[in-house]
Structures are given as structure tokens and as C-alpha cells.
């Protein structure tokens, strides 16, 4: 029968123990100056090494055949350890012994004397699962137990150990292992069984583990299986659901371009490959995660485990991007994090964030609003934008007499392929925020609303313009009650807030107006709000008889 590799390779010795070497030179040191605790909690994640250190610890104390602190492994006391044969040390699983009773029969055991052990040793396994009463009863033999008696309490969750019981208590904290660590151990593991490797499928495997060496294991024995003693870096990456390096530099290179078609194709391919989304997120947080790393750090091999040309692909495509940017990605992919748990449609949900990402104007945060700002720089400089000037002619008033107003100027902008992203959106999902109307049953709001002649976005007020002859519709949709309606069903349709007025083709002039007088100061009181008060000066420089 097969028995799998975590307990086949299960640490023998304190030597074995991986990434942990701040405990187990502590627990050989008490052993060499014989300073023993009398309880100690070992508290940390899974599948670090917690109860095989226990273990371990419990064979030292009482080797008689100890060298270097270690257990021999090989004397009558050891191997009864090793085969659970002995009733000197007890295992006990707390998740199914947690009751009064359980705690007070151990009670009663701790009085007699080890038989053929030096300390009688009890390993208390996932300890947080005690209730609140058995905790109680192990207080007072916690706090005076027997010369001959050492409490080992293992925990994933130690903030549920009530504070009485953690006083009395040595802790160790055990670390995650490292992707390095776990990817050598597995690479003698795989040298020992003869099986053939590539090492960055090692490196996939362990960087999937979160830090658990036992769950990296269990992966590595489902590997060999799957690929008949050899196991390559795309059998890994379909067993375990994942993106292979190279799509995943594909696909962030898309984001990056703000190429929303192609980032919905990768989805979608990925989708169609049948593989799990939220492990899609999780590795595109991980990736862009190592992207800002390239940016603002040169010492990499701490803080990045990866193989070194994956390493030099990240710096490459670092450069490409800023950290700006690289925040409002991570931002948006964590939120999706969050909810795509309890999402019952994760794909919508990741379409809906690749459209967020590759397009800032989804997005309301201060770093979207500062990559819309460049873009539209960008467009300036593209020369885009043409602003010509005309001569206002002298013009009759009523009374017949002429005003002359040959020294007045007035500018035209022309937009030349160039409209605002706001409006952009509104006229592209225009049918479908009628069609959420009409679903609604609000179907007469739904026809008033497809007569809408134009679109304008100014302030985050989203003007709704109708031709002179629809003074019925703009009444109707003036009323306060139905103009929240439609601000609520905009805003839940695409995920942007906008304040709704409903005006007439002649009231248009009196609004661009306004947008003018106003757009100086505006543009001051955003730029102020992104570079800080005091470090960006506006200066108003007015020069007489129209001279330049």
C-alpha cells in the first residue's frame, strides 16, 4: 500500500525540521542544559511542522541514547514513540476529545509515573477546540503538574486560547515555509524516489502551498501519480488549476496596454479551459504584486521566489508600467479577492474587474482619475484637440442701434475624435440602463428616456439633453423622486455615480457657459487635491491690449 510522502518523509530529527530552525535550536538548547518547560504552545499555520516537532521533542527528552541532542530513533523507547506503542506519551486530538470528561480523565493519568519513559509527555492537538469548561479543567494541572509530566499544546488559531491558560505557557511561533525551503526539500525528496523533475515545477508547486511543506507534499504525490515518476511544469499547472507563467505575462501585459477586448478574450479562454477563476485573481495579485517589487527594489531574491529569467521577465515588463498605475490594479484585484468568495457568478464579477482595470474610467479612485488626466494629456499632445477662433460681428440689439463688439473674442473647441470618457460610457450602455428601466416595469420611464437627443457630463453632472420640442418629457423626468430612480439604476448598472439634470437644446448655451467660467477653477481645486496644497502654484498672469 502507498503511503504518501508527508508521512513517509515526516522529520525524524530536529535536523529534518524545515524553516524552523529559531524553535528547534531553542528546544535543544533547554534539552543540553536540562532547563525543560513544564508546557509549551506551539502555535503557527498549517503544515509546519507543529506536531512532528512535538514529537520529536517528546523522543529527546527521553532518549537515553541522545546525541547532540537528537533522538536516536533507534533504542526500545524511541521506537515504541515512533509506533505509537508506549503510554508514556499521549496524543490527543482536542477537535474530538473536547469535553470535561476527556480533560479529567487526563487528569487522573497525570498522577501515575512514566513506565519506561523519563517524562510522560502529552501532545494536545488543535488545543483551541477545547471548551470552555474543559479549559478550565486543565488550568490547575497546567499550572502545577508532576516533576515527570511535559504538556505540549499545538494550535492554527492561539487568539482562542483563553489568556489564563497561554500565561502558563512557553509559546513558539512557527513560520510559513519558505518557497526556497519547500522547493529544496521536495528536490531531495524527488532525488530519494527517483523521480525526474523540472525544478520550476518545484517552484509552482511550493509558491501554491502558502507556506504549508505538508500540502506541498500532498501536491508532489499527486504530480508523481499524474505524470508517471516525471513531473513537467504544464502537468503541475493543469493539476492544480493555475495560469502558466507565460499567459499570465500575456495577459498582464493586456491590462497594462488597457487592452479591454483582448483581457475579456483571456478570460474567456481561461474560462473555457475549465479552470478556476478566483485562482486567476489570486495569481494576478501575485504577479502584479512582483511587478511593484521590480519597481522600487533591486535586492530580489528575499522578496521574490522565482527562478531568475522569470525574475528578468518581471524587471522587463516592470518597466513598462508605473506605480501608480500598479496600486490601482492591485486595489481593484484585492476588492474581487474579497468578493469573488461569495460571488455566485465569478466570472461576471472578473469581467466586470478586467473592464474596471484596463479602463480608469470605471474606476473612481484617485489613481484612475490620475491615469485618466494623463491620457488625456496624451491626447493633447497627440494634437487631437483643435481650438480655433472667430471674430464675433457687430450685431443689431432691438432698438435698432449697432453694438460694436469687434475687441470681443469667443472661443469655438472643436473635439476632434476626442469625447469624454464619461459620456462615452453613458452613450455605450445607454440600451442597457432602458433595459433595466423596462425590466423595472417603469416601461413609459424607459420610452421617455429613448428620446434623449444628447449627452454631457460636466462635475459629475450628467446633463440629459432633449430637443426644444420635448418640454412634456423634461417635466416628467424633473420630478425628484424619478430622478433618484434613474441615478440609482445608473449607478447599479455601471458601477459609476452620476448626479442626473434633465435640460433642453436652448438651455445648452447657458450651461456651456457655466462650464467655462467655472473650468479654471476647477481644474485648480483637482490639481491641488493631487500634488498638495502649498506645492503647486497658480499664477493668473493678465497682460493689457491683447498682447501675448
Known amino acids: 500500500m502507498h503511503k504518501a510522502l508527508y508521512r513517509a518523509y515526516r522529520p525524524q530529527n530536529f535536523e529534518d525540521v524545515v524553516g524552523q530552525d529559531h524553535i528547534t535550536r531553542t528546544l535543544k538548547n533547554q534539552i543540553e542544559n536540562d532547563n525543560i518547560g513544564h508546557a509549551y504552545l506551539f502555535c503557527g499555520t498549517r503544515g509546519t511542522g507543529k506536531t512532528s516537532t512535538a514529537k520529536i521533542f517528546a523522543r529527546a527528552v527521553n532518549c537515553p541514547n541522545s546525541e547532540n541532542q537528537e533522538p536516536c530513533n533507534e533504542c526500545e523507547v524511541c521506537r515504541d514513540i515512533l509506533n505509537d506503542n508506549i503510554m508514556d506519551v499521549v496524543e490527543i486530538d482536542a477537535a474530538s476529545n473536547n469535553s470535561v470528561d476527556d480533560i479529567r480523565e487526563l487528569r487522573e493519568s497525570v498522577k501515575y509515573s512514566p513506565t519506561k519513559a523519563k517524562y510522560k509527555v502529552y501532545i494536545i492537538d488543535e488545543v483551541h477546540m477545547l471548551s470552555q469548561g474543559a479549559f478550565n479543567a486543565l488550568l490547575k494541572t497546567l499550572e502545577e503538574p508532576p516533576s ?27 513560520k510559513r515555509v519558505t518557497v526556497s525551503d519547500m522547493t529544496e526539500r521536495m528536490k531531495k525528496i524527488c532525488g530519494e524516489e527517483d523521480i525526474e523533475v523540472e525544478e520550476k515545477a518545484l517552484n509552482l508547486i511550493s509558491r501554491n502551498s502558502q507556506g504549508a511543506l505538508r500540502d506541498a507534499l500532498s501536491i508532489l504525490d499527486q504530480c508523481i501519480s499524474f505524470g508517471d515518476n516525471k513531473i513537467e511544469y504544464k502537468d503541475v499547472v493543469e493539476l492544480l488549476g493555475t495560469v502558466n507563467i507565460e499567459q499570465l505575462f500575456e495577459m498582464a501585459q493586456y491590462i ?12 474567456n479562454e481561461f ?8 485562482n486567476l ?22 522578496i521574490i521566489s522565482l527562478p531568475e529569467e522569470t525574475i ?3 524587471k522587463l515588463q516592470s ?9 490601482r490594479i492591485l486595489n481593484i484585484l484585492s476588492t474581487t479577492q474579497d468578493n469573488i468568495r461569495t460571488s455566485s457568478n465569478p466570472r461576471v464579477l472578473a469581467e466586470i474587474t478586467m473592464m474596471k482595470i484596463a479602463q480608469p474610467m470605471f ?33 443689431i440689439n432691438n432698438s435698432g442701434e449697432a453694438e460694436n463688439h469687434k475687441n470681443d473674442y469667443e472661443e469655438e473647441v472643436v473635439y476632434e475624435n476626442v469625447k469624454s470618457e464619461d459620456v462615452k460610457l453613458i452613450e455605450a450602455s445607454w440600451a442597457k440602463i432602458r433595459q433595466a428601466i423596462k425590466a423595472d416595469k417603469q416601461v413609459p420611464l424607459s420610452v421617455l428616456l429613448g428620446d434623449v437627443h444628447n449627452f454631457n457630463v460636466h462635475n459629475n453632472i450628467l446633463y ?43 438651455e445648452v448655451r447657458g450651461i456651456d457657459l457655466e462650464i467655462k467660467n467655472n473650468k479654471v477653477d476647477k481644474g485648480e481645486e483637482i490639481l491641488k487635491e493631487l500634488v498638495g496644497e502649498g506645492i503647486l502654484e497658480i499664477k493668473d498672469s493678465i497682460e493689457e491690449n491683447g498682447d501675448k
Open 148 to 174: 515527570y509530566v511535559i504538556f505540549i499544546l499545538a494550535t492554527t488559531e492561539p487568539h482562542k486560547i483563553p489568556a489564563t491558560i497561554l500565561s502558563r505557557c512557553q509559546r513558539f511561533d512557527f
Open 256 to 267: 497594462i496596454d488597457q487592452d479591454t477586448k483582448q483581457s475579456l478574450q483571456s478570460l
Open 271 to 278: 474560462v473555457i479551459w475549465g479552470k478556476d477563476i478566483r
Open 281 to 302: 485573481i489570486n495569481d494576478l495579485i501575485d504577479h502584479f504584486r512582483n511587478l511593484m517589487v521590480c519597481k522600487v527594489s533591486t535586492d530580489l531574491d528575499e
Open 312 to 314: 528578468k521577465q518581471l
Open 319 to 327: 518597466d513598462n508600467v508605473d506605480v501608480n498605475d500598479l496600486i
Open 363 to 395: 474606476d473612481e479612485s484617485k489613481e484612475a482619475l490620475i491615469k485618466r488626466i494623463e491620457n488625456l494629456e496624451k491626447t493633447i499632445e497627440s494634437g487631437n484637440i483643435k481650438v480655433n477662433t472667430k471674430v464675433i460681428e457687430n450685431t
Open 464 to 506: 440629459l439633453i432633449y430637443k426644444d420640442g420635448y418640454g412634456f418629457a423634461k417635466k416628467k423626468l424633473c420630478e425628484e423622486k424619478t430622478i433618484s430612480y434613474i441615478e440609482k439604476v445608473i449607478r447599479e448598472t455601471i458601477n459609476r455615480s452620476f448626479n442626473i439634470k434633465v435640460i433642453l437644446e436652448s
